[in-house]
């Protein structure tokens, strides 16, 4: 798997950014596994239900509940990984302003923010998962608060990006190069 995080200076690897990247690694393995699973799986059962309902006229039923299940899971891990990547929409402006020292200051305190919002966001998750437990699909069987659980799941590895991002920022030589996102790894 191709590396999408800035390059730590061979100098400046200790134990600190080598956990970070293990990490960093662990979330991006971790998010494209559920991406990925939760699109062949919806694929999957969606081209069964389309094809027994075309040869008997009838469908299964359950095939119509994964997309509630897995969607949520979908978007959250695809969320997690373009944080990972550094592809979210950043406004940027005031950074052309600031110095060097200026700018590791605004990002780290973003990243406090970013962490506190995440955290918290996962915190209150855990009582919409408690409320939406008595909710089931019918056909399944399987309680929604599995649909909901992507969120928590997903604000839990934001939280966590913002944290390893934090740990980047301080050992970086050069803040904005940070989770800078480079668009010849898209290809």
């Given at each position: 798997m191709m590396?999408?995080?800035?390059?730590?200076?061979?100098?400046?690897?200790?134990?600190?950014?080598?956990?970070?990247?293990?990490?960093?690694?662990?979330?991006?393995?971790?998010?494209?596994?559920?991406?990925?699973?939760s699109l062949v799986i919806m694929f999957v059962s969606l081209m069964a239900e389309v094809i027994v309902r075309y040869v008997t006229n009838q469908g299964m039923g359950w095939p119509t509940e994964m997309p509630n299940l897995l969607f949520p899971w979908l978007v959250m891990s695809g969320v997690v990984l373009a944080a990972q990547r550094g592809?979210?929409?950043?406004?940027?402006?005031?950074?052309?302003?600031?110095?060097?020292?200026?700018?590791?200051?605004?990002?780290?305190?973003?990243?406090?923010?970013?962490?506190?919002?995440?955290?918290?966001?996962?915190w209150v998750g855990l009582d919409v998962v408690a409320i939406t437990g008595s909710e089931v699909y019918p056909v399944t069987?399987?309680?929604?608060?599995?649909?909901?659980?992507?969120?928590?799941?997903?604000?839990?590895?934001?939280?966590?990006?913002?944290?390893?991002?934090f740990v980047r920022l301080l050992q970086a030589s050069d803040p904005l190069a940070v989770r800078r996102h480079h668009i010849e790894e898209d290809v």
């Open positions: 590396t999408t995080h800035s390059p730590i200076p061979v100098a400046r690897i200790g134990a600190t950014a080598l956990v970070v990247k293990w990490v960093d690694d662990v979330i991006v393995v971790t998010s494209s596994v559920i991406a990925i699973s592809q979210h929409i950043a406004v940027t402006a005031l950074n052309a302003l600031l110095s060097r020292t200026g700018n590791r200051v605004l990002l780290l305190a973003q990243q406090v923010l970013v962490l506190a919002t995440f955290f918290y966001l996962a069987g399987i309680a929604a608060r599995w649909a909901y659980l992507a969120l928590i799941v997903g604000f839990t590895g934001l939280g966590i990006t913002a944290l390893t991002t």
